[in-house]
Each structure stands twice: as C-alpha cells, then as structure tokens.
C-alpha cells in the first residue's frame, strides 16, 4: 500500500526517466511544483540557465545530458527531504559535473536532506561524501569514513619477486600483470617499515583512490563468486 | 484532495494535448466536411440539391474524427504520465483518480465543443450551402441531449480504452498488451454474436431504448476500461 504523505516527501527522477513526449521542458517544470510543498522555483530558474536547458524543446528531443540537466534540476529544485539522484552526470560534459557538484553542495549546506547518489563517478563525487557504504549482493562489505576508506588499501608496483616479498602476509584483492611487473591492490594500512622496504626492493608505492578501492573490491568479489584462483586481471 | 489535484494538474499541463486539440479536430472534420460538400457543390449547384443534404445525413465524420487522439492521450496519460507522476512521489491510485478527473473535463469540452459546434451549423443553415458535420442522423439531428451525451461518451471511452491498454503495457510488457487487445476484440465479437442469436431480445431492446442502446453499451464498456485499468495500474511498475 503506497502512502502519499511519505512518498511527497521523495523526489526520485531515474536515469532513463521517461517524460510525457508532448511535454516540453517548461511543461515539465511548470507542473513539478504540484508535487512538492518544498519546490524553489529559483533554484529551478537557476539551474535551468546554468545548463542552459531549452525550455520549448520537447523531452522526447532531449539529449542524453540535456535529460540529466533536467533531471538534477528537478531533484535540487524539489528539495525533497529524501532526494535519490541515479547517475545523474550521464551525457554530462565536465564543466556540467562541475556546476551539478557546487550546486549540490551549495543546496545541502542551505537545506539538508538525505542524498542518495548513485554513481560510478566515484572519485569525482568522493568529495561529496563522508560516509562509505559499500554493497556487495545486498551484504555490506564496508562501512567507514571516506579518509579511513582512503587509508584502507594501497597500490604496489615492481617486479613481481620483491612485490611478492613485501605483500607476502598481507590481504591482497587484485594482482595485474605486465610482462615482468607486477601491481598489486593491497587491502589494509602501510605499515611503518613499509616505505623503507619498498625503497630496496625498488618498489613504487602508493595510496589507492578510492575509485581503485572499490574497483578491487568489487573484482575480488567477483573472483570469489566465480571461485577463480587467479584474478581477472591477472589472467589478461 | 490534494494529492489528486497534483495528478490533474500534471494531466492539464499541456493544455493543447488535453484540452485544445480535441477541439480542433472537431472544427478540422467540420471543414473537410463542409469543403466536401463545397466541392460537390461545384458541379450540382449551390445550395445542395436535396439528394445530396439526404446523403450528408449519414455524415459519420463526428463519430469516426475524436477516437483515434483520444485514444492516445489515454495511452499517454497512463504511460508517460505514469513514470513521472511516480517520480515525483505521487501514488497509483492518485494518479489514477486525478486523471480520471481529466478524462472527465477533456470529454465534458467535447460534448460542449459538439453543441457549439451543431448551434453554429444550424445558425448558418448547414454553413449556407448544405453541409452537415453535427446536425447528422446518428446525433438525433440537432437533439443537444444526444449530441452531448454521444460525444461525451465516445471520447471518456476512447480515453480510458486507451488508459487501459497503455496500463497493460505498463503493467505486463508488448505481448500481453496484445494477448489482451486479441481477448477484447474476441469479447466484443462474443457480445455481437450473442445479440444476433438473440435477435427477438436484442430487436425488444431496439424497439423501446433506440439509440439509447447503443449509448449505455457504450457507457457499460467506458466503466469496464476504467475499472480494467484502475486493477492493473495497481500493478503498474517504472
């Protein structure tokens, strides 16, 4: 059973969010505001000029970023208390993401609500976040602050004999080889000898993004799933 | 209330799909009519002769005109209207009932539009030559009851007959929108099938309702669309 009162309070526009076709792009913002007792027609007058979205243009006719800018414009503009935002930025070019990113913080900061973004975007939205949740199959794999999810794992690369000396005891979720070297994801903190050992074996040693981290995770997840001994890229 | 307000405003926001073009093809079928006639005109002489005004009796261009669009809106205002009415947190059934409450106003502005139309023909003695678009034997010929109530009947069923199909779509995908259009069309060729057997009753029923009969069977199959497709939106899903 739907219940209005809690479902007013949601503004959840998907990715391939379909509009009525004879609906133009005013059409659509002209009726949003029925729906939401929190609607900001500056913000939507704002934001519309800012991805400077045509307003006659009929949504059928709608690019694939025109129909993102439309969709993040409604989202912001609703200020719904729970605002779902799924892969907003696609067909977006970089100084789009770049305004839908200040624009989102900027709302949050004036009105804060619960976001939840999907993305795959994940370093360039990192910095939106605080919080890391992780879902693998509907299980939480990780729950933990971005700069501790940050901290979490580092990249090793070298010859694979001294990477493999260095990573020996350690929880490594993905190996990729090229020719001769070796890089491997490790999952967990640089020990304090860590540099030193690195500096004579002659290894490169870095913190992973944590793109890299979720990226490792999820193919680590993987190669359990399909009980494969060697990873993907290990295999490639 | 409030709630299906927002899914009646959302239905309304595009006046001319809703409201306007309706209109217009009601005026549009009554100058191809009336062109027609002028072009008949040409070679029998102005006014028309009277076998021709007998013909343009049996003008079925009102009935034949308004369905097709309506039809579509209906498809629309459940489909389309549909994904964004959900997105922006709004229920079925609210979505349902406010635009229900459309389908009301857009059949109500076609019975309304019919009458004006019909008075202007009539004030211009059938568009000063003859021609007739309203003033026709299957709207009563000028009975303002029957014209409204026919218009407002053919088009609340073409909308929600479109409601429902486009629900169904929703609801069960491309195949079992056809698998249902097949079973309607072989419901309505069983109901025909029923009355030619029964041909005393149906002749009974002829004899005392009219056209009266035609009217409520229309009526009787707008209420199955609209109960048809209130069941399966509840189903419906993005």
Same mark, same amino acid.
């Given at each position: 059973?739907?219940?209005?009162?809690i479902l007013?309070?949601?503004c959840?526009?998907?990715?391939?969010?379909?509009?009525?076709d004879a609906?133009?792009?005013r059409?659509?913002?002209?009726?949003?505001?029925?729906?939401?007792?929190?609607?900001?027609?500056?913000?939507?007058?704002?934001?519309t000029?800012?991805f400077?979205?045509?307003?006659?243009?009929?949504?059928?006719?709608?690019?694939?970023?025109?129909?993102?800018?439309?969709?993040?414009?409604?989202?912001?503009?609703?200020?719904?208390a729970?605002?779902?935002?799924?892969?907003?930025?696609?067909?977006?070019?970089?100084?789009?993401?770049?305004?839908f990113?200040?624009e989102?913080v900027?709302?949050?900061?004036?009105?804060?609500?619960t976001?939840?973004l999907?993305?795959?975007?994940?370093?360039?939205?990192?910095?939106?976040m605080?919080?890391?949740?992780?879902?693998d199959?509907?299980?939480?794999v990780?729950?933990?602050?971005?700069?501790?999810?940050s901290?979490?794992?580092?990249?090793?690369?070298?010859?694979?004999a001294?990477?493999?000396?260095?990573?020996?005891?350690?929880?490594?979720l993905?190996?990729?080889?090229l020719?001769?070297?070796?890089?491997?994801?490790?999952r967990?903190?640089?020990?304090e000898?860590?540099?030193e050992?690195?500096?004579?074996?002659?290894?490169?040693l870095e913190?992973?993004?944590?793109?890299?981290?979720?990226?490792?995770?999820?193919?680590?997840?993987?190669?359990?799933?399909?009980?494969?001994?060697e990873?993907?890229?290990?295999?490639? | 209330?409030?709630?299906?307000?927002?899914?009646?405003?959302?239905?309304?926001?595009?006046r001319?799909?809703a409201?306007?073009?309706?209109?217009?093809?009601?005026?549009?079928?009554t100058?191809?009519?009336?062109i027609?006639?002028?072009?008949?005109?040409?070679?029998v002489?102005?006014?028309?002769?009277?076998?021709?005004?007998?013909?343009?009796?049996?003008?079925?261009?009102?009935?034949?005109?308004?369905?097709?669009?309506?039809?579509?809106?209906?498809?629309?205002?459940?489909?389309?209207?549909?994904?964004m009415?959900l997105?922006?947190?709004?229920?079925?059934?609210?979505?349902?009932?406010g635009?229900?409450?459309?389908?009301?106003?857009?059949?109500?502005?076609?019975?309304?539009?019919s009458?004006?139309?019909?008075?202007?023909?009539?004030a211009?003695?059938?568009?000063?030559?003859?021609?007739?678009?309203?003033?026709?034997?299957?709207?009563?010929?000028?009975?303002?009851?029957?014209?409204?109530?026919?218009?407002?009947?053919?088009a609340?069923?073409?909308?929600?007959?479109?409601?429902f199909?486009?629900?169904?779509?929703?609801?069960?995908?491309?195949?079992?929108? *056809? =698998?249902? #259009?097949? +079973?309607?069309?072989l419901?309505?060729?069983? %109901?025909?099938?029923? &009355? @030619?057997?029964?041909?005393?009753?149906?002749?009974?029923?002829?004899?005392?309702?009219?056209?009266?009969?035609?009217?409520?069977?229309? *009526? =009787?199959l #707008?209420? +199955?669309?609209?109960?048809?497709?209130?069941? %399966?939106?509840?189903? &419906? @899903?993005?």
């Amino acid at each position: 059973m739907e219940n209005a009162e809690i479902l007013q309070r949601m503004c959840f526009v998907r990715e391939d969010q379909r509009y009525n076709d004879a609906f133009s792009v005013r059409d659509i913002l002209a009726v949003a505001p029925a729906f939401y007792p929190t609607w900001s027609s500056e913000v939507a007058d704002r934001l519309t000029e800012r991805f400077r979205l045509p307003m006659r243009t009929r949504s059928k006719k709608l690019s694939r970023g025109q129909r993102s800018a439309l969709a993040i414009t409604i989202a912001l503009a609703s200020r719904a208390a729970y605002t779902f935002l799924d892969e907003p930025y696609l067909g977006l070019d970089a100084s789009s993401r770049a305004i839908f990113y200040e624009e989102l913080v900027g709302e949050y900061a004036v009105h804060p609500r619960t976001v939840i973004l999907s993305t795959h975007l994940i370093d360039e939205a990192a910095a939106l976040m605080e919080e890391v949740l992780i879902l693998d199959e509907g299980r939480i794999v990780l729950q933990t602050g971005v700069e501790e999810a940050s901290r979490g794992s580092f990249i090793v690369r070298g010859r694979e004999a001294e990477v493999r000396t260095l990573v020996a005891d350690r929880d490594i979720l993905t190996e990729r080889r090229l020719g001769g070297l070796l890089s491997v994801t490790v999952r967990g903190e640089l020990r304090e000898d860590d540099h030193e050992l690195a500096e004579e074996l002659r290894l490169s040693l870095e913190s992973a993004s944590l793109q890299d981290f979720v990226a490792a995770l999820g193919i680590h997840s993987l190669d359990r799933a399909t009980d494969r001994p060697e990873t993907l890229e290990k295999a490639s | 209330m409030t709630y299906i307000r927002r899914s009646l405003r959302l239905y309304l926001a595009n006046r001319s799909w809703a409201l306007y073009t309706p209109l217009y093809i009601l005026g549009i079928m009554t100058m191809f009519s009336v062109i027609i006639a002028g072009i008949i005109g040409i070679s029998v002489g102005y006014p028309l002769p009277d076998d021709i005004v007998q013909n343009m009796r049996y003008n079925g261009g009102a009935l034949y005109a308004p369905p097709g669009f309506l039809f579509s809106v209906g498809v629309l205002a459940m489909n389309r209207n549909f994904s964004m009415a959900l997105a922006f947190g709004s229920t079925r059934r609210d979505l349902w009932l406010g635009t229900s409450i459309g389908f009301l106003i857009t059949s109500t502005l076609v019975g309304l539009g019919s009458l004006v139309f019909l008075a202007l023909e009539r004030a211009t003695d059938h568009w000063f030559i003859g021609a007739r678009a309203f003033d026709v034997q299957f709207l009563a010929e000028g009975d303002l009851v029957r014209t409204f109530t026919t218009m407002f009947l053919l088009a609340i069923l073409s909308l929600y007959a479109g409601a429902f199909f486009g629900t169904v779509f929703r609801a069960f995908g491309t195949v079992w929108t *056809a =698998v249902s #259009a097949i +079973l309607v069309t072989l419901a309505l060729l069983g %109901v025909i099938a029923l &009355a @030619v057997w029964q041909s005393s009753l149906t002749s009974e029923l002829w004899d005392s309702l009219g056209a009266w009969l035609l009217l409520n069977i229309a *009526a =009787v199959l #707008a209420l +199955l669309a609209a109960a048809g497709s209130y069941a %399966v939106n509840r189903r &419906a @899903v993005v």
